[in-house]
Nanobody, 121 residues
């Protein structure tokens, strides 16, 4: 499968943006799809995930109440609605999908190429 993330850009602090991630090629029904981000000089960190079977969602504490992950029923597509953006949200955002069941929303085996989000103060 190929995962294509899109929707990044430059936004002012307090603004909103929605990221999309669409699968193509040899798609599968994932156990989880998620978003991670990596800021310059920092390690990649988990942001949000959605469990495909029941739409349960998971978030890192720093984005709870501001970001919402959702999916497109019938398609291997996830979205990340980001509101009340802060400069510290600036990073490259990656989407990911898990084909194999590990039980954890932190484990993924398919990754997209990333989309840049820059939040100006």
């Amino acid at each position: 499968v190929q995962l294509q993330a899109s929707g990044g850009g430059l936004v002012q602090a307090g603004g909103s943006l929605r990221l999309s991630c669409a699968g193509s090629g040899r798609m599968f029904t994932p156990y989880f799809m998620g978003w991670f981000r990596q800021a310059p000089g920092k390690e990649r960190e988990f942001v949000a995930a959605i469990r495909w079977s029941d739409d349960n969602t998971y978030y890192v504490d720093s984005v709870k109440g501001r970001f919402t992950i959702s999916r497109d029923n019938g398609k291997m597509t996830v979205f990340l609605q980001m509101n009340s953006l802060k400069p510290e949200d600036t990073a490259v955002y990656y989407c990911a999908a898990s084909r194999f069941h590990t039980g954890s929303y932190l484990d993924y085996d398919s990754w997209g190429q990333g989309t840049q989000l820059t939040v100006s103060s």
